[in-house]
């Protein structure tokens, strides 16, 4: 699973983001792929929040 920047700011509103980060994975630029080409790359700190990334975290 995937959280955004915009979900972290709603978990930090009920006190557990800063668990889910200690828990999950960063996630800064997405790749985009076809085979073995780069299609595209998406920068997803590139938000206006306290917490400019992607969190990968288990379910």
Same mark, same amino acid.
């Given at each position: 699973?995937?959280?955004v920047?915009?979900?972290?700011?709603?978990? !930090? !509103? #009920? +006190? #557990? @983001?800063?668990? @889910?980060?200690?828990?999950?994975?960063?996630?800064h630029?997405?790749?985009?792929?076809? +085979? &073995? &080409?780069?299609? @595209?790359?998406? !920068?997803? &700190?590139?938000?206006?929040? /306290?917490? /400019?990334? !992607? #969190?990968?975290?288990?379910?």
């Amino acid at each position: 699973m995937s959280i955004v920047a915009r979900s972290l700011e709603m978990l !930090d !509103d #009920l +006190g #557990l @983001a800063q668990a @889910a980060i200690e828990r999950g994975v960063p996630l800064h630029t997405l790749n985009f792929y076809q +085979g &073995t &080409t780069v299609l @595209a790359e998406m !920068d997803v &700190t590139a938000v206006d929040s /306290p917490f /400019p990334l !992607d #969190l990968c975290i288990p379910q």
